[in-house]
């Protein structure tokens, strides 16, 4: 099933974007939402401080998430039944391309796992070129994380890279940066984290001009609190591994 086309209609509430500076006029972040109004409202604000325009996409959080996200002044579009991670990126994809003329569309955890630093690296790195930047937790090992984890995850980049395309070091990492242009083709047709293998696939076509940023992720007490890295990882393994099966090798 084609999120974009099997959602219901999603809610745009938009404020004008606080402190948006010209030097990071070409690109807008999208930041997805699921219940995270402890932590939400920080990582938005630091996004716009630095002078981003963020599109923050509630997955019809049941907490004061909207509240957090509102007080940002960040663009707000809201679904009214949870749709999980892919539909809410979809979504996200869809009002960057819809409603800004940003060359650049990012994505940015709102956990706050991502480093504000690593984005503006990405932005200025796809800028020279690329199509696609997407960042690694394994080109220069500041990401702690644990074996087991880490072991799942570069099983599933290695099943990712058996097929054709760019071979990357990083599965499914979700700190990334696309051209408008590659955004506008984005169609996920899975709503939930069976997402991540399909978008990694399409992202890796030979096509596309790719490379990979060095990202520090931070697994903060708050993202463990909620048992979300490690399900999150097993999610990717047999997710990968379930692609792989059913597509082979890719055309």
Known sequence: MNPSQARPEAVAEFAAPHGASAEWADTVVVVRVFNEAPVVGGVIAELITA????????????????????????????????????????????????????????????????????????????REGHDVVIGSRFLDGKTEMSWLRSIMLRTATKLLNRGAGTRLTDAHNGLRIVTREIASQIKLSHSGMAYASELEYFLTRPQNKII????????????????????????ILVDTLAHRVSHGRRT
Do not use: W
Request: net charge negative; hydrophobic share 40%.
């Open 51 to 126: 002078g981003l325009t963020v599109i923050a996409v509630d997955d019809a959080s049941t907490d004061a998430s909207a509240d957090e996200i509102d007080k940002t002044g960040a663009l707000r579009v809201t679904h009214p039944v949870n749709l999980g991670a892919g539909g809410a990126l979809q979504t996200g994809y869809e009002a960057a391309v819809r409603f800004t003329e940003a060359r650049y569309v990012a994505c940015f955890d709102a956990d706050g796992q991502h480093q504000l630093d690593d984005l503006l690296g990405m932005i200025r790195l796809i």
């Open 212 to 235: 990979e940023y060095p990202v520090h992720i931070l697994y903060t007490d708050y993202s463990r609190s909620k048992g979300q890295p490690l399900l999150n990882s097993v999610n």
